[in-house]
T-cell receptor, first 107, second 114 residues
């Protein structure tokens, strides 16, 4: 069993829909990252969380340390949000990654 | 502020050769982390350097090594290349807190081993 599980693996939405991507992990962590990867490989760090909730524009990330779970929400989704979203956890010595969620937003 | 720069962007090497990849972090950042991304294994952490010292290391064989210079630029070396080393190699730079702070990624070096 992968130590970082993301769901869903693939997600197709219509423009304007509210989107949620989930990440569950089984190890103790010091930080959790949400990353966005566009075709071509470039990765952008969206959030770094160690507790609570963060918001940036239409993106919201939450983490529940007790339940070892994090969610990434996208409000009013747009075709330019189409990308792979990756959850990564830092456990002081290592960084472990989820397999990613491929999001396609159709106009 | 210039971003993270990785060179070269693309590289083709023959099995058995060695390769060196370079990463220049954002000015002022002292932490540089390296990652390998393959279709089969996804993203995997290689190692992190901070102030010229390897601070964290993932589960990769000794053929994968790195170093960091006094200007924080980092190099990654892979010796005795294998076909399975074909991957996108990414580096990320961070501030004082290392991997517990926001990471800024380079565009990556796509290595093909033939």
């Amino acid at each position: 069993k992968n130590e970082v599980e993301q769901s869903p693996q693939n997600l197709t939405a219509q423009e304007g829909e509210f989107i949620t991507i989930n990440c569950s992990y089984s190890v103790g962590i010091s930080a959790l990252h949400w990353l966005q990867q566009h075709p071509g490989g470039g990765i952008v760090s969206l959030f770094m969380l160690s507790s609570g909730k963060k918001k940036h524009g239409r993106l919201i990330a939450t983490i529940n340390i007790q339940e070892k779970h994090s969610s990434l929400h996208i409000t009013a989704s747009h075709p330019r949000d189409s990308a792979v979203y990756i959850c990564a956890v830092h456990d002081n010595n290592d960084m472990r990654f989820g397999a990613g969620t491929r999001l396609t937003v159709k106009p | 502020k210039a971003g993270v720069t990785q060179t070269p962007r693309y590289l083709i090497k023959t099995r058995g050769q060695q390769v060196t990849l370079s990463c220049s972090p954002i000015s002022g950042h002292r932490s540089v982390s390296w990652y390998q991304q393959t279709p089969g294994q996804g993203l995997q952490f290689l190692f992190e350097y901070f102030s010229e010292t390897q601070r964290n290391k993932g589960n990769f064989p000794g053929r994968f090594s790195g170093r960091q210079f006094s200007n924080s630029r980092s190099e990654m070396n892979v010796s005795t290349l294998e076909l399975g080393d074909s991957a996108l190699y990414l580096c990320a730079s961070s501030g004082q807190g290392g991997m517990n702070t926001e990471a800024f990624f380079g565009q990556g070096t796509r290595l093909t081993v033939v």
